[in-house]
């Protein structure tokens, strides 16, 4: 809050004490107001929350605001609210309620793949959908794993962790268990997709930057009667040899505009990890921005 408002602010008790210049008091004093709904209710107030609503404040948005706080997407299975926390992820959000086929692109932390999976849980148990398909190409992050014991898809597990640990956010790992052997929820690789039709699936590919042109096709064409699906990745951490193109970038180009199909880009200001992850974020964008010149030769 200090960093908003140049003001300094101490609790005491169920006294909320203010000092500053007469307008850092006041901007202080609306963003406490404008966060009510969260801290009256007890729930933490993150820096994310005061990002936005120092934008809210400063657009003259209270009105959105108020509708973020008021839009529960899930509740974690340890009774935690989640909500958007800034307005491009509750465009997302929407987007991934109503639309057969959205992309997400941005960087790190932004809740591109968390978001996806939390409407997806809902939707599956609100019976919209048979089934809960998320898969993601099997791509080593800049490193060699070596051979990996274990049949196909314990080989294939420790790529599709992240869809793992969101599911488990959401649901026992024992329904999970039960629901994966029955066939309702599937975490697999980009290569399973082939050949298929998935019919009455939300489906959710993540880590899309880690996909050929050719593979980024092959999934997008899956898509079948009664589904959606959503793509999620960051064109900024692909993993892919320096000689190959990405296919979220292609895809990008080519179906921007297509009636029936929303891209959503999210940026450092969505970061909702640890504070320093933002400024990581920034730093790093900062950095390719100037230097994006010089590496490719010409500007």
């Not at 408002?5 to 008091?25: I, P």
């Not at 809740?111 to 080593?140: D, H, M, S, W, Y």
């Not at 070596?146 to 488990?168: C, E, I, M």
């Not at 064409?221 to 000689?243: A, E, N, W, Y």
């Amino acid at each position: 809050m200090a960093s908003q408002t140049g003001a300094s602010l101490v609790l005491r008790g169920q006294e909320l004490f203010v000092a500053g210049t007469d307008n850092g008091v006041a901007l202080a004093q609306r963003l406490v107001q404008a966060l009510e709904p969260l801290w009256s209710q007890g729930q933490p107030v993150t820096s994310a929350d005061i990002m936005t609503a120092r934008q809210a404040l400063d657009t003259d948005r209270i009105d959105e605001l108020q509708a973020i706080h008021q839009d529960v997407v899930a509740r974690t299975r340890r009774g935690e609210v989640i909500r958007a926390k800034t307005f491009r992820q509750k465009r997302y959000v929407k987007a991934l309620r109503t639309t057969d086929m959205v992309f997400c692109i941005g960087p790190a932390g932004t809740g591109k793949t968390f978001l996806a999976t939390l409407v997806g849980v809902q939707a599956l148990l609100n019976n919209e959908f048979e089934r809960l398909i998320l898969t993601r190409p099997a791509v080593e992050a800049g490193e060699r794993l070596g051979f990996l014991p274990g049949d196909l898809q314990q080989k294939v597990n420790p790529y599709l962790r992240p869809l793992y640990d969101a599911l488990h956010e959401l649901v026992d790992p024992e329904k999970i268990a039960n629901l994966m052997e029955r066939g309702i929820i599937e975490v697999a690789p980009l290569a399973y997709m082939r050949g298929r039709t998935l019919n009455n699936a939300f489906v959710i590919m993540d880590e899309a930057q880690n996909t050929t042109p050719g593979q980024m096709k092959m999934v997008l064409t899956r898509l079948g009667f009664k589904s959606r699906m959503v793509v999620t990745g960051d064109v900024t951490q692909t993993d892919l040899p320096s000689d190959q193109t990405s296919g979220l970038g292609v895809a990008q180009k080519i179906l921007q505009g297509v009636n029936g199909i929303a891209f959503c880009q999210l940026n450092q200001a969505d970061v909702v990890r640890h504070p320093l992850v933002q400024r990581i974020v920034a730093a790093y964008e900062s950095y390719e921005g100037s230097s994006a010149p010089r590496r490719g030769g010409k500007p």
